[in-house]
């Protein structure tokens, strides 16, 4: 599977985002999907995911809220819209995916995701 992200950019803080996160190589209907952060000198942390079999959203507790994953089956993509951003929220936005429906005590860990995108950097500044 290969992914790719876009969508990010320079925004004010309060305003919106929508990310996305484009697979090819195989259908994500089977999967997990999610996207991932991670800011200049930190650890990479988990944002929020999805499972695709049934629409099961799970989200951390800065993205709850304010953040919106979906997916696309069409196009075979899965999106974040992001609002009422802060300026904690700047960083590299990751998406990944896993080929299995995962469980909620799983999702939060990158290292049960064998797919990476590159990157999408966001930066909220006045």
């Known amino acids: 599977v290969q992914l790719q992200a876009s969508g990010g950019g320079l925004v004010q803080p309060g305003g919106s985002l929508r990310l996305s996160c484009a697979a090819s190589g195989r259908t994500l209907s089977r999967t997990t999907t999610a996207w991932f952060r991670q800011a200049p000198g930190k650890e990479r942390d988990f944002v929020a995911a999805?499972?695709?079999?049934?629409?099961?959203?799970y989200y951390s507790d800065s993205a709850k809220g304010r953040f919106t994953i979906s997916r696309d089956y069409a196009k075979n993509t899965q999106l974040l819209q992001m609002n009422n951003l802060k300026p904690e929220d700047t960083a590299v936005y990751y998406c990944?995916?896993?080929?299995?429906?995962?469980?909620?005590?799983?999702?939060?860990?990158?290292?049960?995701?064998?797919?990476w995108g590159q990157g999408t950097l966001v930066t909220v500044s006045s």
């Open positions: 990944a995916a896993a080929p299995r429906s995962l469980i909620m005590s799983a999702v939060r860990g990158p290292d049960e995701y064998d797919y």
């Open positions: 999805i499972r695709w079999s049934d629409g099961h959203t």
